[in-house]
């Protein structure tokens, strides 16, 4: 039996958009072994995961933290294939950092066959540089995950359908109001609607609970809450939900929504592992880039039309502008019209 060891340790948006990649292969090839290689936090989005399909956790701000954490995991990594096995093994590796070039580099050594991701670094410079910007639409992320496992001789044709929760929640319950999960926040200004528009979109769903009964859930970490806690006492009809819930819960929450609202970031990824539709907020950033959610459809991506924008394939670069009109450029009743025209389309539901 063939194992293949996939490496894939962060961000927690990046690993959600492999899953569909690597289900995939997994539940294609039930005679080998696939072992993921990840985070330890995010092993609880490996729901109902293809029984060969393992997860070897990393610790990379502890014990595999540094050179010394890397032989460390190396061990680890030849206690779980075998020593001797090296060669019964192939590497995919979808992550294509200094760490995961290291351990291919050893297998390489062994005899083992190693695919890297391309990441098209040379294109994505070009779609976000000032001048002679290159704006057309790049290879996704998804496409360039499946061009990995294609090197290493596999069909990575997309047969993944969304997570499934069976056995461990309960049904989901028949709901009497439309929920709206709202994920405001992001880890970079340059992806992050200002909150105090984000507080108008609030604002307008909640008056409209008065023709439609309508919940809306906060998603984001305790810290980020704390910064508009406020809305909950203002806007009764928002309800929190932090991390502090097992990741596998808020994926279960997310799934109960019928629309999410959310930036470019993990929480639009974590709905489209669930099949939640997602109004996504564009700045800085650009669908273009590759990073779309998957199984997402691209009408539901807001964004507005600069000569700056793209500026940053991940949105950590300061504004051109120094104003980011590219969010703020995005009124409140944008918002709430997107996640109207999404409700009609999506259930044919009126707000």
Not at 236 to 247: I, S
Not at 273 to 293: C, D, E, M
């Amino acid at each position: 039996m063939t194992t293949t060891l996939v490496i894939r340790l962060s961000s927690l948006g990046d690993v959600a958009l492999a899953l569909p990649v690597l289900y995939s292969v997994a539940q294609r090839y039930p005679e080998e072994h696939f072992l993921l290689l990840t985070r330890h936090e995010w092993q609880p989005l490996l729901l109902n995961k293809p029984p060969n399909l393992t997860v070897l956790p990393v610790d990379t701000t502890g014990k595999h933290k540094g050179v010394r954490g890397m032989l460390s995991l190396l061990r680890e990594l030849l206690e779980c294939v075998g020593t001797k096995k090296t060669k019964a093994l192939k590497v995919a590796d979808l992550h294509g950092v200094i760490r995961s070039f290291v351990l291919g580099f050893y297998f390489r050594l062994k005899g083992t066959p190693v695919a890297v991701i391309d990441k098209g670094r040379k294109e994505k410079r070009a779609l976000v540089r000032q001048k002679h910007k290159h704006l057309q639409p790049l290879k996704s992320s998804l496409a360039r995950y499946q061009e990995v496992f294609e090197k290493l001789g596999y069909d990575a044709s997309l047969s993944f359908t969304g997570l499934c929760f069976a056995g461990l929640f309960p049904e989901k319950p028949t709901k009497e109001c439309i929920r709206i999960g709202i994920a405001p926040f992001s880890k970079h200004p340059g992806k992050t609607y200002p909150v105090e528009l984000m507080e108008q979109v609030v604002s307008q769903l909640h008056q409209m609970s008065g023709k439609k009964n309508i919940d809306m859930v906060l998603f984001g970490s305790k810290e980020e809450r704390k910064r508009v806690a406020h809305w909950e006492e203002k806007y009764p009809t928002l309800k929190g939900a932090t991390r502090q819930a097992p990741l596998e819960e808020e994926l279960f929450l997310l799934s109960q929504m019928d629309v999410v609202l959310s930036m470019d970031s993990a929480n639009m990824h974590l709905a489209s592992l669930v099949n939640t539709p997602v109004v996504s907020i564009w700045g800085a950033t650009h669908p273009f880039a590759g990073f779309y959610g998957w199984n997402q459809n691209p009408s539901y991506a807001l964004q507005v039309e600069l000569p700056c924008r793209p500026c940053s394939v991940f949105g950590n670069k300061p504004c051109h502008r120094k104003d980011h009109a590219c969010l703020k450029h995005i009124t409140p009743e944008m918002v709430v019209h997107k996640i109207q025209t999404t409700l009609q389309e999506m259930y044919g539901v009126e707000l």
